[in-house]
Protein backbone atom coordinates (compact mmCIF):
# COMPACT_ATOMS: atom_id res chain seq x y z
CA UNK A 1 0.00 0.00 0.00
CA UNK A 2 2.95 1.97 0.00
CA UNK A 3 2.89 4.48 -3.40
CA UNK A 4 4.46 7.54 -1.62
CA UNK A 5 6.90 8.80 -5.24
CA UNK A 6 7.61 12.31 -6.01
CA UNK A 7 4.37 13.92 -7.76
CA UNK A 8 4.98 13.80 -11.30
CA UNK A 9 4.23 17.27 -13.40
CA UNK A 10 0.50 18.04 -15.03
CA UNK A 11 2.28 16.97 -18.45
CA UNK A 12 2.81 12.92 -17.68
CA UNK A 13 -0.63 12.70 -14.96
CA UNK A 14 -2.09 13.91 -18.95
CA UNK A 15 -0.73 11.17 -20.52
CA UNK A 16 -1.48 8.41 -17.76
CA UNK A 17 -5.23 9.71 -17.69
CA UNK A 18 -7.38 7.28 -19.88
CA UNK A 19 -9.77 8.42 -22.38
CA UNK A 20 -13.32 9.92 -20.63
CA UNK A 21 -15.51 8.45 -22.55
CA UNK A 22 -14.10 4.86 -22.42
CA UNK A 23 -13.61 5.26 -18.91
CA UNK A 24 -17.58 5.67 -18.85
CA UNK A 25 -17.95 3.45 -20.77
CA UNK A 26 -16.49 0.71 -18.99
CA UNK A 27 -17.35 1.79 -15.65
CA UNK A 28 -21.66 1.20 -16.89
CA UNK A 29 -20.46 -1.54 -18.87
CA UNK A 30 -19.03 -3.39 -15.49
CA UNK A 31 -21.77 -1.71 -13.06
CA UNK A 32 -24.60 -3.34 -16.40
CA UNK A 33 -22.96 -6.67 -15.83
CA UNK A 34 -22.98 -6.88 -12.06
CA UNK A 35 -26.81 -5.77 -11.89
CA UNK A 36 -27.19 -8.48 -14.33
CA UNK A 37 -25.10 -11.29 -12.90
CA UNK A 38 -27.18 -10.33 -8.99
CA UNK A 39 -30.55 -11.34 -10.81
CA UNK A 40 -29.18 -14.36 -11.98
CA UNK A 41 -28.82 -15.16 -8.24
CA UNK A 42 -32.50 -14.49 -7.10
CA UNK A 43 -35.49 -16.62 -6.14
CA UNK A 44 -33.05 -19.12 -3.70
CA UNK A 45 -35.31 -18.08 -0.87
CA UNK A 46 -34.71 -21.75 1.04
CA UNK A 47 -31.25 -21.86 0.32
CA UNK A 48 -30.42 -18.23 1.19
CA UNK A 49 -31.95 -19.03 4.41
CA UNK A 50 -30.28 -22.11 5.23
CA UNK A 51 -26.75 -20.30 4.67
CA UNK A 52 -28.13 -17.24 7.08
CA UNK A 53 -28.01 -20.34 9.38
CA UNK A 54 -24.93 -21.75 9.05
CA UNK A 55 -23.30 -17.95 9.13
CA UNK A 56 -25.26 -17.07 12.22
CA UNK A 57 -24.34 -20.32 14.04
CA UNK A 58 -20.34 -20.53 13.03
CA UNK A 59 -20.55 -16.51 13.86
CA UNK A 60 -21.39 -18.03 17.81
CA UNK A 61 -19.20 -20.60 17.27
CA UNK A 62 -16.63 -18.36 16.93
CA UNK A 63 -17.15 -15.75 19.35
CA UNK A 64 -18.04 -13.34 17.28
CA UNK A 65 -19.82 -10.30 19.02
CA UNK A 66 -23.73 -10.31 18.38
CA UNK A 67 -25.24 -8.35 15.23
CA UNK A 68 -27.41 -7.06 18.03
CA UNK A 69 -25.50 -5.22 20.12
CA UNK A 70 -24.64 -2.60 17.50
CA UNK A 71 -28.48 -2.34 16.45
CA UNK A 72 -29.56 -2.00 20.26
CA UNK A 73 -27.20 1.11 20.21
CA UNK A 74 -28.99 2.77 17.04
CA UNK A 75 -32.40 1.77 18.60
CA UNK A 76 -31.65 3.97 21.27
CA UNK A 77 -33.32 7.29 19.14
CA UNK A 78 -35.44 7.88 16.22
CA UNK A 79 -33.14 9.97 14.45
CA UNK A 80 -29.73 7.74 14.85
CA UNK A 81 -31.43 4.63 13.53
CA UNK A 82 -32.65 7.25 10.58
CA UNK A 83 -29.52 8.56 10.06
CA UNK A 84 -28.25 5.52 9.86
CA UNK A 85 -30.60 3.81 7.55
CA UNK A 86 -30.58 7.24 5.00
CA UNK A 87 -25.86 6.34 5.55
CA UNK A 88 -27.07 3.12 4.24
CA UNK A 89 -28.83 4.09 1.43
CA UNK A 90 -27.62 7.27 0.24
CA UNK A 91 -23.81 7.14 0.67
CA UNK A 92 -22.62 4.01 -0.86
CA UNK A 93 -22.58 4.89 -4.75
CA UNK A 94 -22.39 8.51 -4.35
CA UNK A 95 -18.91 8.54 -2.08
CA UNK A 96 -17.57 5.13 -4.83
CA UNK A 97 -18.22 7.49 -7.44
CA UNK A 98 -16.77 10.86 -5.62
CA UNK A 99 -13.75 8.98 -5.19
CA UNK A 100 -13.43 7.59 -8.76
CA UNK A 101 -13.73 11.19 -10.44
CA UNK A 102 -11.26 12.89 -7.84
CA UNK A 103 -8.87 10.12 -8.73
CA UNK A 104 -9.55 10.19 -12.57
CA UNK A 105 -8.78 14.42 -12.76
CA UNK A 106 -6.04 14.58 -9.91
CA UNK A 107 -4.44 11.07 -9.23
CA UNK A 108 -4.84 9.49 -12.90
CA UNK A 109 -1.95 6.04 -12.29
CA UNK A 110 -4.29 5.89 -9.08
CA UNK A 111 -7.44 6.09 -10.59
CA UNK A 112 -6.41 3.58 -13.31
CA UNK A 113 -5.22 0.89 -10.04
CA UNK A 114 -8.20 1.56 -8.02
CA UNK A 115 -10.32 0.80 -10.43
CA UNK A 116 -8.93 -2.25 -11.45
CA UNK A 117 -8.73 -3.09 -7.77
CA UNK A 118 -12.35 -2.31 -7.87
CA UNK A 119 -13.73 -4.25 -10.24
CA UNK A 120 -11.74 -7.59 -9.63
CA UNK A 121 -13.10 -6.79 -5.88
CA UNK A 122 -16.62 -6.99 -7.47
CA UNK A 123 -16.26 -10.09 -9.88
CA UNK A 124 -15.45 -12.15 -6.96
CA UNK A 125 -18.11 -10.83 -5.05
CA UNK A 126 -20.60 -11.60 -7.73
CA UNK A 127 -19.45 -15.10 -8.09
CA UNK A 128 -20.23 -15.75 -4.69
CA UNK A 129 -23.32 -13.89 -4.26
CA UNK A 130 -24.20 -16.99 -7.67
CA UNK A 131 -22.32 -19.89 -5.31
CA UNK A 132 -23.67 -18.75 -1.65
CA UNK A 133 -27.06 -17.17 -1.64
CA UNK A 134 -27.34 -15.75 2.07
CA UNK A 135 -30.15 -14.07 3.63
CA UNK A 136 -29.50 -10.98 5.54
CA UNK A 137 -29.58 -11.27 9.06
CA UNK A 138 -32.92 -8.68 9.34
CA UNK A 139 -34.93 -11.99 7.35
CA UNK A 140 -33.63 -14.20 9.90
CA UNK A 141 -36.19 -15.01 12.76
CA UNK A 142 -32.98 -16.42 15.23
CA UNK A 143 -31.10 -13.33 14.40
CA UNK A 144 -34.22 -11.49 16.19
CA UNK A 145 -33.17 -7.89 14.82
CA UNK A 146 -35.64 -5.90 12.55
CA UNK A 147 -35.59 -4.39 9.32
CA UNK A 148 -34.94 -0.88 10.64
CA UNK A 149 -35.12 0.54 6.96
CA UNK A 150 -39.14 -0.57 6.96
CA UNK A 151 -39.89 0.06 10.02
CA UNK A 152 -37.98 3.64 10.62
CA UNK A 153 -37.00 4.42 6.35
CA UNK A 154 -35.86 5.16 4.15
CA UNK A 155 -35.41 2.12 2.63
CA UNK A 156 -33.98 0.92 -0.83
CA UNK A 157 -35.37 -2.83 -0.85
CA UNK A 158 -39.18 -3.85 -1.72
CA UNK A 159 -40.76 -7.11 -0.89
CA UNK A 160 -38.06 -9.74 -1.41
CA UNK A 161 -40.97 -11.71 -3.21
CA UNK A 162 -41.45 -8.56 -5.74
CA UNK A 163 -38.24 -6.99 -5.79
CA UNK A 164 -36.92 -7.15 -9.31
CA UNK A 165 -34.20 -4.26 -8.88
CA UNK A 166 -31.61 -6.12 -6.36
CA UNK A 167 -31.17 -9.37 -5.23
CA UNK A 168 -31.75 -9.36 -1.40
CA UNK A 169 -29.60 -12.72 -1.69
CA UNK A 170 -26.64 -11.29 -1.84
CA UNK A 171 -25.76 -10.32 1.95
CA UNK A 172 -22.01 -12.32 1.88
CA UNK A 173 -19.70 -10.37 0.67
CA UNK A 174 -20.77 -7.12 2.00
CA UNK A 175 -19.74 -4.39 -1.06
CA UNK A 176 -20.96 -1.86 0.87
CA UNK A 177 -17.98 -2.51 2.88
CA UNK A 178 -15.63 -3.51 0.78
CA UNK A 179 -16.25 -0.50 -1.65
CA UNK A 180 -15.94 1.83 1.73
CA UNK A 181 -12.54 0.29 2.59
CA UNK A 182 -11.43 0.53 -0.73
CA UNK A 183 -12.42 4.28 -0.79
CA UNK A 184 -10.20 4.92 2.38
CA UNK A 185 -7.60 2.58 1.27
CA UNK A 186 -6.89 4.58 -2.12
CA UNK A 187 -7.17 8.02 -0.42
CA UNK A 188 -4.72 7.59 1.78
CA UNK A 189 -2.48 5.63 -0.69
CA UNK A 190 -2.79 8.84 -3.14
CA UNK A 191 -2.55 11.57 -0.62
CA UNK A 192 -0.35 13.01 1.69
CA UNK A 193 -1.98 14.76 4.43
CA UNK A 194 -1.44 13.95 7.78
CA UNK A 195 -5.08 13.51 8.26
CA UNK A 196 -5.51 11.18 5.61
CA UNK A 197 -5.93 8.39 7.90
CA UNK A 198 -9.21 9.41 9.42
CA UNK A 199 -10.45 8.19 5.80
CA UNK A 200 -10.82 5.14 7.75
CA UNK A 201 -14.01 6.25 9.70
CA UNK A 202 -15.47 5.61 6.02
CA UNK A 203 -15.57 2.14 6.32
CA UNK A 204 -15.92 2.06 9.93
CA UNK A 205 -19.07 3.64 9.98
CA UNK A 206 -20.31 1.62 7.08
CA UNK A 207 -19.52 -1.52 9.25
CA UNK A 208 -21.47 -0.07 12.06
CA UNK A 209 -24.60 1.07 10.09
CA UNK A 210 -24.77 -2.10 7.96
CA UNK A 211 -24.77 -4.46 10.81
CA UNK A 212 -26.84 -2.55 13.17
CA UNK A 213 -29.13 -2.21 10.29
CA UNK A 214 -29.44 -5.63 9.92
CA UNK A 215 -28.50 -6.01 6.33
CA UNK A 216 -25.17 -8.16 7.23
CA UNK A 217 -23.21 -10.01 9.42
CA UNK A 218 -19.88 -9.74 10.88
CA UNK A 219 -19.02 -12.34 8.73
CA UNK A 220 -20.02 -10.01 5.17
CA UNK A 221 -17.60 -7.67 6.00
CA UNK A 222 -14.44 -9.73 7.23
CA UNK A 223 -14.78 -11.76 3.62
CA UNK A 224 -14.50 -8.37 1.95
CA UNK A 225 -12.06 -7.24 3.38
CA UNK A 226 -10.24 -10.65 3.04
CA UNK A 227 -11.38 -9.98 -0.87
CA UNK A 228 -9.94 -6.38 -1.19
CA UNK A 229 -6.61 -7.97 0.46
CA UNK A 230 -5.97 -10.72 -2.23
CA UNK A 231 -7.26 -7.88 -4.89
CA UNK A 232 -4.39 -5.30 -3.23
CA UNK A 233 -1.62 -8.19 -3.16
CA UNK A 234 -2.18 -8.89 -7.16
CA UNK A 235 -3.02 -5.80 -8.61
CA UNK A 236 -0.12 -3.04 -7.59
CA UNK A 237 -0.36 0.34 -8.34
CA UNK A 238 2.38 1.31 -11.01
CA UNK A 239 5.85 3.71 -9.32
CA UNK A 240 5.89 6.92 -10.43
CA UNK A 241 8.87 8.15 -9.23
CA UNK A 242 10.25 12.13 -10.67
CA UNK A 243 12.52 9.93 -13.23
CA UNK A 244 9.42 7.99 -14.77
CA UNK A 245 7.84 11.00 -15.06
CA UNK A 246 10.81 12.72 -16.72
CA UNK A 247 10.53 9.98 -19.38
CA UNK A 248 6.93 9.65 -19.83
CA UNK A 249 7.32 13.21 -20.87
CA UNK A 250 10.41 12.48 -24.02
CA UNK A 251 12.91 13.62 -21.32
CA UNK A 252 15.15 14.02 -18.76
CA UNK A 253 14.71 14.97 -15.36
CA UNK A 254 17.39 17.54 -14.00
CA UNK A 255 19.09 15.17 -12.25
CA UNK A 256 19.49 13.11 -14.84
CA UNK A 257 20.55 15.70 -17.25
CA UNK A 258 23.36 16.82 -14.78
CA UNK A 259 24.44 12.86 -14.12
CA UNK A 260 24.75 12.94 -18.23
CA UNK A 261 26.88 16.27 -18.20
CA UNK A 262 29.40 15.55 -15.55
CA UNK A 263 29.98 11.74 -17.31
CA UNK A 264 30.29 13.88 -20.80
CA UNK A 265 33.01 16.58 -18.74
CA UNK A 266 35.10 13.28 -17.60
CA UNK A 267 35.53 11.64 -21.36
Request: charged residues 15%; aromatic residues 10%.
Amino acid sequence: MNARTEPAPAGSDALARPPLVRELLLVAGLFLVYKFGRQLATGHTGEALRNAHRVWDFERTVRLPGEGAVQSLLLHGDGLVHVANTYYAAVHFPATVAFLVWLYLRRPVHYVWARRVLAAVTAAALVLHLLFPLAPPRMLAAAGLIDTARVYGPSVYGDPATDSLSNQFAAMPSLHFGWALMVAVGLIVATRSRWRWLWLAHPLLTLLVIVGTANHYWLDALVAAALLALALAFIHLPHRTASTAGRAQGGLVPAQRDEQALAGAGR
